[in-house]
């Protein structure tokens, strides 16, 4: 089945360590998304790519990069200057950039500070 | 930029009744407006989307309204059950980008 893979499930992060979330899909989806979802607060938009090779910056970008190589590969890093990262990520992908498309969710990675 | 409010309490309501949902949006009129559901620890899952000159649009027991002189989306769920407890995210398309802005949901319980 297609879908969007997002791994590990759970991250701890040490003070001063960069870590990468994985976002995989095999659904021929053009546009990727990351967000944030911290309690009692909606998704809030990282980055956003709309096709290979080209990411825009969401709402809360700082403290967090990310690439896109491939189109089926969309990896966060959650850097040191991020000082709060513990939250829930979620990572969803659109069929193409048109505004209206549905999203499709991976189920998400929780990241934790030790 | 567009704002996306839902209602932060719990929804309580006995199996057999009928849910209703509250999104209202403010800054910005939205072109359309999607309805997600989330489980405990997992993504949200589409459900809905309807355009602004779309008042009403239903699927199976599922019914969402868009009245823009409001501002408002109004998300049924007929003949609730106990396996429709969940939260209910609604989302929005912003202007000058593509992407998304969501509310933090309403999280419903359906009681047996």
């Known amino acids: 089945d297609g879908g969007i893979t997002q791994s590990p499930k759970y991250l701890f992060r040490k003070e001063g360590q960069n870590v990468t979330l994985s976002c995989e899909q095999n659904l021929n989806h053009d546009a990727m998304y990351w967000y944030r979802q911290d309690p009692g607060q909606g998704l809030r938009l990282i980055y956003y790519s709309q096709i290979v090779n080209d990411f825009q910056k969401g709402d809360i970008a700082e403290g967090y990069s990310v690439s896109r190589e491939k189109k089926e590969s969309f990896p966060l890093t959650v850097t040191s200057a991020q000082k709060n990262p513990t939250a829930f990520y979620l990572c969803?992908?659109?069929?193409?950039?048109?505004?209206?498309?549905?999203?499709?969710f991976g189920d998400g990675t929780r990241l934790s500070i030790l | 930029s567009l704002k996306i409010e839902q209602n932060s309490e719990a929804l309580n309501i006995q199996e057999g009744k009928t849910a209703t949902l509250t999104c209202n949006y403010t800054n910005y009129s939205p072109a359309y407006l999607q309805w997600y559901r989330q489980d405990p620890g997992r993504g949200p899952v589409f459900l809905l989307l309807i355009r602004e000159n779309e008042k009403e649009k239903r699927k199976e027991r599922l019914k969402v309204t868009f009245d823009t002189t409001l501002k408002q989306s109004l998300f049924h769920i007929t003949a609730s059950q106990p396996a429709d407890s969940a939260t209910y995210l609604c989302?929005?398309?912003?202007?000058?980008?593509?992407?998304?802005?969501f509310g933090s949901g309403t999280r419903l319980q359906v009681q047996p």
């Open positions: 969803a992908s659109t069929l193409d950039s048109q505004a209206n498309q549905p999203q499709h």
């Open positions: 989302a929005g398309g912003d202007t000058g980008r593509r992407a998304l802005t």
